[in-house]
C-alpha cells in the first residue's frame, strides 16, 4: 500500500516583531535613564554633603581661631598696667603710631574696608604692612596685641615647648621690681639672658592682624577664594599667613561698657578708641563659603552679619552664617585688673 504524502506544516517565526524590539529599546532607555540619573542624584548629594562638612568645619576653626585671639587680647604676662611698657621702638611696623608691640593699643579694628585703599584702624592709623587692594571689599579687620598664654623662660627654667631656633623674637622680660620691657632674643639663647637675672620670666609677645583675603594661593592671585589670614610679627618683620579658605565676610561687633559695671551698654560696629577701651564683649560674625560651586545649586539666601545685611549672590556656592559672642577677659582701659591666662 503506497504510504500518503507528508503535508508541509509551516512552523511560528521564532524572532521579534518591530513592535516588540520597539518596545524592549523604551524599556532599555527608561532603565538605562533611571540609572544614571540615581547615580548623578547620588553623586550630587555626595558632593553636598562633602562641601557642607568641609564648610562647617572651616567656619567653626576660623571662629575658634578669632575667639581665642579675642579672649587674649591685652594679656601681657599678666601684668596689672601693661599700658606703662614702653614700645619696641626698633621693630619693622605696620604703621605710623608704632602700633607693634605697643602694650597702649591692645585691642584695634579697621570697619568695612575699601578695597584698594590702605585700610586706616580707629586707633593704629594707616596699616602699612597690609595690601588694601588684596583684601575683600566691605569686610571688617582685627588687630590683637598680647603676649604667649605662658612664659616661654620663667625662673631660670625654659617651657617645654621652647624651641632651640636662633630666629630671634621679641621677649616681654618681667621681674618683680623692675620695670617691665621688651627685649630682642633667640629661643636658643634665653638661657643665656635667664642667667644673669633668673628670678625675670620672659613672655613672646604676639602682635596679629586678621583680615580677610581674596585669594588663598599667592601664585594665583586672580581665583576667587576668600581666605581667613593674618598678619603677623615674624622675627622683626610682619609676615602673612593664610589660615581658613572659604571665609567671605567677616564682621565684628564690640559690647561697650558705658558706666563700668563690666556689663556692655550697647554694641557699636564702629566704635571710636574711647568706646574701644570700654569694649567687655565683642560679637563675631563670619559668613562661610563652599570651596567648590554645586551643580543645580542657586544662593538666593538674604545673610545677616550683625548689623549688615548681604543679599543672595545668585551662584552656584553654598554659604552659612556663623556668630558668637566673646568676653573680654584682659580689660583694655588703662586701669586694667590682672590678665587671666588662658
Known amino acids: 500500500m503506497t504510504p500518503p504524502l507528508c503535508r508541509a506544516v509551516a512552523l511560528p517565526d521564532k524572532g521579534f516583531t518591530l513592535v516588540e524590539l520597539l518596545v524592549a529599546m523604551l524599556l532599555g532607555i527608561v532603565l538605562s535613564v533611571g540609572m544614571v540619573t540615581a547615580y548623578l542624584g547620588t553623586k550630587q548629594s555626595a558632593v553636598y554633603q562633602d562641601q557642607l562638612a568641609r564648610m562647617q568645619e572651616n567656619g567653626r576653626l576660623a571662629v575658634w581661631l578669632l575667639s581665642r585671639e579675642v579672649v587674649m587680647a591685652g594679656f601681657f604676662a599678666g601684668l596689672t598696667a601693661p599700658h606703662t611698657v614702653t614700645p619696641a621702638a626698633e621693630i619693622a611696623d605696620c604703621g605710623l603710631t608704632k602700633w607693634v608691640l605697643n602694650t597702649a593699643l591692645p585691642l584695634d579694628h579697621v570697619d568695612n574696608h575699601k578695597r584698594g585703599i590702605t585700610p586706616v584702624a580707629t586707633s593704629a592709623g594707616a596699616l602699612s604692612c597690609l595690601h588694601g587692594d588684596q583684601i575683600k571689599d566691605g569686610t571688617d579687620i582685627l588687630l590683637v596685641q598680647r603676649t604667649a598664654a605662658e612664659p616661654s623662660f620663667s625662673l631660670g627654667s625654659p617651657a617645654q615647648r621652647l624651641g632651640v631656633s636662633r630666629v630671634k623674637s621679641w621677649y616681654l622680660r618681667v621681674q618683680g621690681g623692675a620695670p617691665a620691657g621688651w627685649e630682642w632674643h633667640a629661643p636658643a ?63 565684628f561687633d564690640f559690647g561697650i561698657d558705658s558706666n563700668g559695671d563690666g556689663v556692655p551698654d550697647r554694641y557699636l560696629d564702629a566704635p571710636s578708641q574711647s568706646q574701644i577701651r570700654n569694649a567687655v564683649t565683642v560679637r563675631i560674625h563670619l559668613l562661610v563659603r563652599s570651596i567648590a560651586t554645586i551643580s543645580g545649586w542657586v544662593d538666593e539666601k538674604t545673610y545677616l552679619l550683625g548689623r549688615k545685611h548681604l543679599a543672595g549672590r545668585r551662584d552656584q556656592y553654598m554659604r552659612r552664617v556663623l556668630s558668637t559672642t566673646v568676653l573680654l577677659h584682659n580689660r583694655l582701659r588703662p586701669a586694667s585688673r590682672q590678665g587671666l591666662r588662658l
Open 189 to 251: 639663647g634665653l638661657g643665656v639672658a635667664a642667667a644673669s637675672s633668673p628670678e625675670a620670666d620672659y613672655w613672646k609677645g604676639l602682635s596679629r592682624i586678621f583680615y580677610v583675603r581674596t585669594f588663598s594661593n599667592p601664585h594665583d592671585k586672580q581665583a576667587d577664594m576668600p581666605t581667613l589670614c593674618v598678619k603677623t610679627i615674624a622675627g622683626n618683620t610682619m609676615e602673612s599667613r593664610c589660615l581658613v579658605e572659604g571665609i567671605e565676610d567677616l564682621q
